[in-house]
Every structure is written in C-alpha cells, then in structure tokens.
C-alpha cells in the first residue's frame, strides 16, 4: 500500500486540532481540501477514521489505532527534522579525526583548540594512529579527516591541504659547540650520540632515508617514542635529537635547545589533510576544512 505521507500528516493535524476547519487554518488550506484528503485516505485505507459531526470530528475505532502509530512516526520525523537543523546549525554533531602523534601534538593542537571555542556543542573524537590505518578508516567511512603522510597519488582521497614540516638536529648545552661552525652529516652521525624516534614511525623513516641518500647509516644512542622524549633527551645533554623544527621554537629562544647548523640540506616534507573523495561532509567536518583553509600553519 502506497499512501502519499502528506496524507498522514492531515491527518495527524485534524486529529489534534480537533476539528477540519481548525485543521484547515493551520495547514493554510480550505476546510474543503482538508475533507478530500481525509476521505482520499479512507478510502486508500478502506475503512472510516472519522466520526464527523457539527460539534467537529472524533475518531472511529480503527482510526484511534492508526493514529497511535501516525503519531509516534510524525514526531519522529518532527524530531528527526529538528537534529537535521541542529547539525547544520553546529549546535549538535561530531568531528572525527585521525592523525598521528607528532601532527596532533603541535600542528593540530591550535586548530582543535580554535574550534572547539567556536563550537562547544560538536563532540570532537581523535584517533593517534599511523597512515595505513587512517587511510583504511577514510576509505570506509570511519572518520571524517585524516592527517597522513601520503606518499603519491591515492585515488580514494582527496588532498584539501597540506602542512610542511622541517626535521633538524639539536643539542643541549654539553653540546653547544656543535652550533659554532657548520658539521657534515657524516661527522655527526661518526662521532656524537644520535636519538631518533621509532623504528617504524614515518619521521624516523623519512630521516634514515635522507642519510641513505648520502650513504650514511645510524646506530641510535636512544629510540624513543614521542617528539616530547627527544627534546628532553638532548635538553639533558643525553646526545643529539633529530626533531621537527616546529617543536622548538620556545626552547629555542630560550636558549634550552640550540639547532646543529648542517651542510648538508635535509629536504621538507609535508602531511598531508585528506578526506575520502566524492564522501559529502557533514556540517562539523566542513567547518573544520573551512577553518584550516582559512588560517593555514
């Protein structure tokens, strides 16, 4: 049976209004049109709903039935209508994102901070895991934005921007002689304790492969975990950390940190903020793009 929702929804409104001429007034239409619409579902239905009298209309047993289910599926709908509004409006809705520690960290800390202020209402969920995973999560739906190292062309995403990235070596004060003159690569790695992250973690990755390409290969002092780890280990005068420049600023100025100027260039990267293609964005993500995008790093 295919009954046109309109239907129900005169219904739905004659029965709480108590009569066809009140219903009538609410929906702006005639009390005519309202009768028609009423005896057209009757008769789709097979059956009478309503008893009519000059005080107005009551419901028939059947049509006391038909209006208990009519009336939790209206304001369903009502309800449903009304979270629709809320999540365009931002005032409901969640954000999720994946990324990796070393993005989360520093570079996306701000953003999430900014828009979180913008809007309270929006359950922000993060997920600190490595690009393989986030890639899989994209392309099944799972999250909404993903911070990734991608390296070439992946069909299934589309790249709304990017963040640079620029690794370098610093020292604490027991090494600080190592900032006075300009040191090879190769007399760094030969003679002074190297800290690196992980093996496995795409900055550690990326860094071994920059001293492949000058034929050089490290032996570690310390593998550690987090960016954080590496600061404080050549703060302590514990060898020389290979960091993300971005990391250091403050420690920098403040003359905790002091960066080993290299002869060698050590090539910038990117990350890369991707979303799966041709996905429609809810309200909350394109917020978020919109606020990147706006206030780039």
Same mark, same amino acid.
């Given at each position: 049976?295919?009954?046109?929702?309109?239907?129900?929804?005169?219904?739905?409104?004659?029965?709480?209004?108590?009569?066809?001429?009140?219903?009538?007034?609410?929906?702006?239409? =005639?009390?005519? +049109?309202?009768?028609?619409?009423?005896?057209?579902?009757?008769?789709?239905?097979?059956?009478?709903?309503?008893?009519? =009298?000059?005080?107005?209309?009551?419901?028939? =047993?059947?049509?006391?039935? *038909?209006?208990?289910?009519?009336?939790?599926?209206?304001?369903?709908?009502?309800?449903?209508?009304?979270?629709?509004?809320?999540?365009?409006?931002?005032?409901?809705?969640?954000?999720?994102?994946?990324?990796?520690?070393?993005?989360?960290?520093?570079?996306?800390?701000?953003?999430?901070?900014?828009?979180?202020?913008?809007?309270?209402?929006?359950?922000?969920?993060?997920?600190?895991?490595?690009?393989?995973?986030?890639?899989?999560?994209?392309?099944?739906?799972?999250?909404?934005?993903?911070?990734?190292?991608?390296?070439?062309?992946?069909?299934?995403?589309?790249? &709304?921007?990017?963040?640079?990235?620029?690794?370098?070596?610093?020292?604490?004060?027991?090494?600080?002689? *190592?900032?006075?003159?300009?040191? =090879?690569?190769?007399?760094?790695? +030969?003679?002074?304790?190297?800290?690196? *992250?992980?093996?496995? *973690?795409?900055?550690?990755?990326?860094?071994?492969?920059?001293?492949?390409?000058?034929?050089?290969?490290?032996?570690?002092?310390?593998?550690?975990?987090?960016?954080?780890?590496?600061?404080?280990? +050549?703060?302590?005068?514990?060898?020389?950390?290979?960091?993300?420049?971005?990391?250091?600023?403050?420690?920098?100025?403040?003359?905790?940190?002091?960066?080993?100027?290299?002869?060698?260039? &050590?090539?910038?990267?990117?990350?890369?903020?991707? &979303?799966?293609?041709?996905?429609?964005?809810?309200?909350?993500?394109?917020?978020?793009?919109?606020?990147?995008?706006?206030?780039?790093?």
């Amino acid at each position: 049976m295919n009954i046109n929702y309109e239907l129900y929804k005169i219904f739905y409104i004659t029965v709480k209004a108590g009569s066809m001429s009140n219903a009538a007034k609410e929906l702006f239409t =005639s009390q005519s +049109a309202v009768s028609q619409s009423i005896k057209l579902l009757e008769s789709k239905l097979g059956g009478q709903l309503f008893h009519r =009298s000059a005080q107005g209309v009551s419901l028939t =047993s059947e049509g006391k039935i *038909l209006f208990q289910y009519v009336e939790q599926s209206y304001e369903l709908l009502q309800a449903a209508e009304r979270k629709f509004v809320e999540l365009k409006n931002l005032d409901a809705g969640e954000l999720r994102i994946a990324v990796s520690t070393t993005a989360c960290s520093n570079f996306l800390m701000q953003y999430l901070e900014t828009y979180s202020l913008s809007y309270p209402n929006i359950e922000i969920y993060i997920k600190d895991q490595s690009t393989n995973t986030t890639i899989k999560q994209l392309e099944s739906g799972e999250i909404d934005i993903g911070i990734i190292n991608l390296n070439g062309k992946q069909d299934s995403l589309t790249v &709304i921007g990017k963040i640079e990235i620029q690794d370098c070596f610093v020292v604490g004060e027991r090494f600080k002689e *190592l900032c006075e003159i300009e040191i =090879s690569l190769t007399e760094l790695v +030969a003679n002074y304790p190297i800290n690196l *992250l992980q093996k496995g *973690l795409n900055t550690r990755n990326y860094i071994e492969s920059v001293l492949a390409s000058y034929q050089l290969k490290v032996t570690p002092k310390a593998e550690l975990s987090t960016m954080e780890l590496l600061i404080e280990f +050549a703060k302590k005068g514990l060898g020389v950390s290979c960091v993300i420049k971005d990391f250091i600023y403050k420690d920098v100025d403040q003359k905790e940190l002091f960066v080993v100027p290299i002869k060698e260039e &050590i090539p910038k990267r990117y990350l890369s903020i991707a &979303i799966k293609k041709n996905l429609p964005l809810t309200s909350a993500a394109q917020k978020f793009i919109e606020l990147f995008q706006s206030c780039p790093i």
